[in-house]
Nanobody
Framework: QVQLVESGGGLVQAGGSLRLSCVCF????????MGWYRQAPGEQRELVAV???????HYADYVKGRFTISRDNAENTMYLQMNSLKPEDTAVYYC?????????????WGQGTQVTVSS
């Protein structure tokens, strides 16, 4: 079974930084794309950034230039460095991974980590 575990959330003042981590646990994993999503209260879950296994990355416009996604494929770990945080970045941040097992691909979600940015 595959499990995604996030860490690194917390409370920070506007303009500050946080680094989120997501570890993908499982046996014989073949991880394809990994990404970060977020969901603010009363809002739909939205894409923040995604990183393909080959290194290609994509960012939502509202985080470009402030957030950086990275992966350590040897450790099945993904990071999100968040700089110049704004109050509107406040949300629960979720890790997402697409994992291949044989001929099939499965999608997994972490439990989420709270990020709160105070003004």
């Amino acid at each position: 079974q595959v499990q995604l575990v996030e860490s690194g959330g917390g409370l920070v003042q506007a303009g500050g930084s946080l680094r989120l981590s997501c570890v993908c646990f499982g046996r014989g994993l073949s991880i394809n794309a990994m990404g970060w999503y977020r969901q603010a209260p009363g809002e739909q879950r939205e894409l923040v950034a995604v990183a393909a296994s080959g290194g290609i990355t994509h960012y939502a416009d509202y985080v470009k230039g402030r957030f950086t996604i990275s992966r350590d494929n040897a450790e099945n770990t993904m990071y999100l460095q968040m700089n110049s945080l704004k109050p509107e970045d406040t949300a629960v941040y979720y890790c997402n991974a697409h994992v291949t097992s044989g001929p099939r691909s499965y999608e997994y979600w972490g439990q989420g980590t709270q990020v709160t940015v105070s003004s």
